[in-house]
């Protein structure tokens, strides 16, 4: 058991501690916070999941509100609301998290009912059929029947093969969820949901050492298991190309895009300037050039999705004005992207100011806050980090944002037509 206590002269303080059986805590004690928040990350997202095996760290998600040895099927939503807070949960590439934000009196009830969940969670087989009716749903609005809604999945495939560990997304198959039986399922949960492979963030209004004392004591049983090996990703990228789909969309869409740097990478924030310089806002060179002057936008976005153990995927998407073809736009695109000069000095400011608003207005509650804690620790390896973002951030020069910019070492295009465009 280790205490870490790391008081800033400027920043959050943040207290780290670890527990005998591996799990590892992060206290941010706001006394002034009206609410405390709570966020329990397990290192495991679909990137852990095998090809035929598909979906399972997500169906976890919602598996994990089924009811444990000492709280009923949908109990763990119901007592936390009626205290007055709210919980929910999220499944990305890379972990799943599970959070709430309570009245600074529940804590240790819900630390209570985390812990019992991790312990004595019910995976039966009856729990198992009702959830995968559950995310087959979830599939079919959010996937299925939505104008666009395979936009996400044909883009990851451009630049990663089915088989590799990036080559899916957390909704997972629907096939391999029906295929899957109650033991696979169950030794799913058994490798990953242990304390070793966990991060508590708690954040907010509460005593650090009534805290910890909270956690020894609803944790601290737990059994020590170390952490299941993740091994090293050798799955080849794809090298790059140019896709048509056509579907029952309102209208076109473009996404010109390219493999980035891991979310690690010290380079990553200098990509996110330069993404803001192209395309965030009517002041952005992409606005200002092809919606604007040339008229062949309707609108510019660029987007980076972050991935921590293979490339990123950094894409510029555009909506092209009424009669462009996409493939006019996207030469247009690739055109700026290959003649692009460093920032000036005011756009790199601009950037700068937009990434700061961002980033401020996400520490601003105690339950983004400690979820901007969670993915600085998980992602970089310290949760204290939060606190030096901005200093980072003032450090990245015009070189630094044009040096990531023009490092695209494969390039795609998605044309996204309605039916009948062909």
């Known amino acids: 058991m280790t205490d870490t206590r790391c008081p800033t002269s400027s920043g959050f303080t943040v207290i780290r501690y670890r527990l005998g059986n591996g799990l590892e805590l992060a206290l941010l004690p706001d006394p002034h916070a009206p609410a405390v928040a709570v966020n329990l990350s397990f290192q495991v997202g679909s990137v852990d999941e095998t090809p035929g095996r598909t979906g399972f760290a997500h169906l976890f998600e919602h598996l994990m509100f089924q009811g444990s040895s000492r709280v009923a099927p949908g109990e763990h939503m119901s007592v936390i609301e009626a205290a007055g807070g709210n919980v929910n949960a999220f499944t990305s590439t890379d972990r799943t998290v599970y959070h709430e934000c309570v009245p600074a009196g529940a804590l240790e009830m819900v630390l209570w009912l985390e812990a019992d969940r991790l312990r004595s969670l019910a995976v039966t087989q009856e729990n198992l059929d009702a959830q995968r009716d559950v995310v087959t749903q979830e599939k079919r609005q959010r996937y299925d029947n939505r104008p666009y809604g395979d936009l996400l999945m044909k883009l990851v495939g451009q630049h990663f093969s089915p088989e590799h560990p990036y080559g899916h997304l957390p909704i997972g198959s629907m096939e391999d969820l029906a295929a899957a039986s109650l033991a696979e399922v169950t030794a799913f949960h058994s490798r990953w949901y242990r304390p070793s492979h966990a991060k508590l963030v708690i954040c907010g209004a509460c005593d650090p050492d009534e805290a910890i004392t909270f956690v020894e004591r609803h944790f601290g049983d737990l059994e020590d298991l170390s952490p299941p090996p993740r091994n090293a990703i050798t799955e080849p990228t794809l090298p790059g190309g140019n896709i048509v789909v056509t579907s029952e969309v309102p209208h076109s869409l473009l996404y010109c895009s390219w493999q980035a740097p891991a979310a690690d990478a010290p380079d990553l924030v200098a990509l996110e300037l330069g993404l803001s310089v192209l395309s965030e806002g009517r002041a952005s060179r992409l606005h200002r ?101 901005l200093a980072d951030l003032a450090t990245i020069t015009s070189n630094d944002v044009i040096k990531a910019l023009s490092h695209r070492p494969s390039s795609s295009q998605l044309h996204y037509l309605p039916k009948g465009t062909l």
């Open 289 to 389: 050039r092809l919606v604007r002057e040339q008229r062949l936008a309707h609108e510019v976005h660029g987007t980076l999705l972050g991935h921590l153990r293979s490339p990123s995927i950094a894409s510029v998407s555009a909506r092209p004005a009424d009669g462009v073809d996409t493939r006019d736009l996207a030469e247009a695109i690739l055109k700026e992207l290959a003649d692009m000069e460093a920032p000036s000095e005011q756009e790199l400011e601009r950037a700068k100011a937009q990434y700061e608003r961002s980033w401020l207005l996400e520490l601003a509650t105690v339950e983004d806050r400690a979820e901007a804690t969670a993915d600085t620790w998980t992602t970089l390896g310290d949760p204290a980090l939060i606190n030096s973002r």
